[in-house]
């Protein structure tokens, strides 16, 4: 299937590669149907772009990578929306944003996790009752050496 993107040109993307979130992404519930692209480099982000409307496409990352003690409890009824049944493995991704004129700024969006179930494909955008910030910072930057390399946050601050 042919996606159109705006950062991206013309995509050609498997059918099975679609995901769909019944509900839509906060801010976007008209849109549905996205694909999860490879982010050209190697950093450990993807894209998730809408199928839908060429525009539309979302930072993400595995929580896990910046925060190891994120956790999320999944309802029965989020469970039920991905179309989970007890054996399922869902994944969580989260929303960065990505400010232009700092990229080590960045921040994730850890009220807001996306939860998905690789097997049916099916995707629903939690929002917590648990106290996550909606700008949690990925990186710091120590300051006491100029042009120090960038730190994960959970390396950069001492346990």
Request: charged content about 20%.
């Amino acid at each position: 299937m042919n996606v159109a993107s705006t950062r991206f040109g013309i995509l050609n993307v498997p059918a099975e590669a679609l995901l769909t979130f019944p509900s839509g992404v906060l801010g976007f519930p008209e849109w549905t149907r996205y694909v999860m692209l490879d982010h050209d480099t190697d950093a450990p982000f993807k894209w998730l772009h809408c199928t839908e409307e060429a525009s539309l496409a979302f930072v993400v990352i595995d929580p896990a990578l910046f925060n190891p003690h994120y956790q999320v409890t999944i309802s029965p009824e989020a469970r039920f929306e991905v179309e989970g049944n007890e054996t399922d493995e869902l994944s969580l991704a989260v929303i960065l944003t990505i400010p232009s004129d700092d990229p080590s700024a960045m921040t994730a969006n850890l009220r807001g996790p996306l939860l998905m179930n690789p097997r049916t494909r099916r995707c629903k955008q939690l929002v917590l009752t648990e106290d996550y910030p909606t700008r949690y910072p990925v990186f710091t930057v120590p300051r006491q050496a100029e042009g120090s390399q960038i730190l994960p946050l959970a390396e950069a601050i001492p346990a």
